[in-house]
């Protein structure tokens, strides 16, 4: 029984980050490998950072984080296993999918005069401000042998030409696509990349892109672009990395802040819910747009640690202190026991719920945009109550969001 579901879990690896269940098998090598790098010494720090920072922190030569060490057991995997879904009966009928904009409404990501973001699906956005375009964790196909699609990928990927920068948060197989990266490089040979320490060889190696041409981050580094018209950091999260079976948190994991002509977007990656949020709003008191992961969190004793209920997700732009939040990793993958639509579902209702009978809840769901809604939050030490607004925008499948929704 442990063999076959030795050979479950390596499958579970291959379905994705989520639901990677493999342990370590120790790989013990002949030779002490050199310790993983801490740190881009090209790259400056954010001001800011926390005192005393000076580079990623590692435990047995991987990559480490004390506030959320990596917490996956092979006791809670069982459970998880064991238990089984709720939900297993209602997937296999369930038929909701994610609403698409029409060919010709999408057109305007091939006009490289127009400038946008568009939700791709899962993880990956389209953003173009000021002619700067931007692609997010390409993943154009299935995202393995074992995790189909459940939305069509919604233009021709041989369409994202002319990109200027790529962005790859972490080396999950639903962020980290090896035929995506190909078609993508080959199709933008000039594009510069960035990603988290000891990511570069992958990526190197699946777009063909020249070793200069891929940046490499550690926690709380800054590159500038452009003569420093535009800057991406690169931040902390509750997660953690792995491929295979042996290399567990061997490259390192993060999210992205980008700043273009003074505007502000947060691309969170993969994340659980932790203190990184308000520590973001300390290092970048403007967050214009929090793009962050609602999906993935069934059951939520076992997702937590790595990725965040849609609840988790709002109270995580609302500690940034972010204008607008947009949802992502929802609709595409089936990687966890929710059904794939049903993080969607339930942000609308929980984002009614916490502004409170509807008033400031979702009322404009016709156009896929929340009304502003007031959240009350009480500071750490005064009864003193903070309040903060926020606007979800809920996005269809390519739309241009800069034009439909008149933001930034
Ligand atoms: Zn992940």
Same mark, same amino acid.
């Given at each position: 029984m442990e063999?076959?579901? $030795?050979?479950? +879990?390596?499958?579970? *690896?291959?379905? +994705?980050?989520?639901?990677?269940?493999?342990? $370590?098998?120790? !790989?013990?090598? /002949?030779?002490?490998?050199?310790? /993983?790098?801490?740190?881009?010494?090209? =790259?400056?720090?954010?001001?800011?950072?926390?005192?005393?920072w000076e580079g990623n922190l590692l435990k047995d030569n991987r990559y480490h984080n004390p506030e959320y060490p990596f917490a996956i057991s092979f006791k809670d995997v069982r459970k998880w296993k064991k238990a089984g879904s709720p939900y297993a009966k209602f997937k296999k009928t369930d038929t909701t999918r994610l609403p698409v904009v029409s060919k010709e409404e999408m057109a305007w990501i091939t006009q490289d005069s127009c400038d946008g973001i568009a939700y791709l699906g899962h993880a990956t956005f389209f953003i173009r401000l000021g002619g700067y375009s931007i692609l997010t964790d390409p993943v154009f196909g299935n995202a393995s042998y074992v995790v189909k699609r459940f939305a069509d990928f919604p233009l021709d990927p041989n369409h994202l030409l002319n990109l200027d920068l790529l962005l790859v948060s972490h080396d999950h197989r639903d962020h980290m696509d090896q035929q995506s990266l190909k078609l993508v490089g080959k199709n933008n040979p000039k594009m510069q990349v960035a990603t988290g320490l000891k990511n570069g060889h992958l990526i190197h190696g699946f777009t063909k =892109?020249?070793?200069? %041409?891929?940046?490499?981050?550690?926690? #709380? %580094? %800054?590159?500038?672009?452009?003569?420093?018209?535009?800057?991406?950091? #690169? =931040?902390? *999260?509750?997660?953690?990395?792995?491929?295979?079976? *042996? @290399?567990?948190?061997?490259?390192?994991?993060?999210?992205?802040?980008?700043?273009? @002509?003074?505007?502000?977007? #947060?691309? !969170? !990656? @993969?994340?659980? #819910?932790?203190?990184?949020y308000a520590e973001v709003a300390k290092l970048f008191p403007r967050i214009d747009y929090a793009i962050l992961g609602i999906g993935a969190y069934q059951p939520e004793w076992f997702m937590e640690n790595n990725h965040s209920s849609p609840a988790k997700a709002l109270q995580s732009a609302l500690d940034m202190g972010a204008s607008m939040m947009i949802p992502m990793h929802y609709g595409v993958f089936d990687l966890s026991d929710e059904p794939v639509c049903e993080p969607i579902e339930r942000l609308e209702k929980d984002f009614s719920q916490v502004t409170g009978n509807g008033v400031n809840g979702i009322s404009n769901v016709s156009e896929n945009v929340t009304t502003a809604g007031l959240i009350s939050e009480e500071s750490e030490n005064q009864a003193t109550v903070v309040r903060r607004s926020i606007r979800v925008i809920i996005p269809r499948l390519g739309e241009n969001l800069l034009k439909a929704h008149r933001v930034l």
């Open positions: 063999s076959i579901f $030795a050979i479950g +879990s390596m499958l579970g *690896t291959l379905k +994705s980050g989520a639901l990677a269940v493999v342990f $370590a098998v120790g !790989g013990k090598s /002949l030779r002490k490998p050199s310790p /993983l790098p801490t740190h881009n010494p090209k =790259l400056p720090f954010v001001a800011g950072k926390p005192n005393g =892109l020249g070793h200069a %041409q891929i940046t490499e981050m550690g926690w #709380y %580094q %800054q590159w500038e672009l452009e003569g420093g018209r535009v800057k991406v950091t #690169y =931040l902390p *999260t509750r997660h953690w990395c792995r491929r295979w079976i *042996t @290399d567990t948190n061997k490259r390192l994991w993060g999210a992205f802040v980008i700043e273009i @002509d003074g505007k502000v977007i #947060y691309f !969170g !990656g @993969d994340s659980g #819910y932790g203190k990184h």
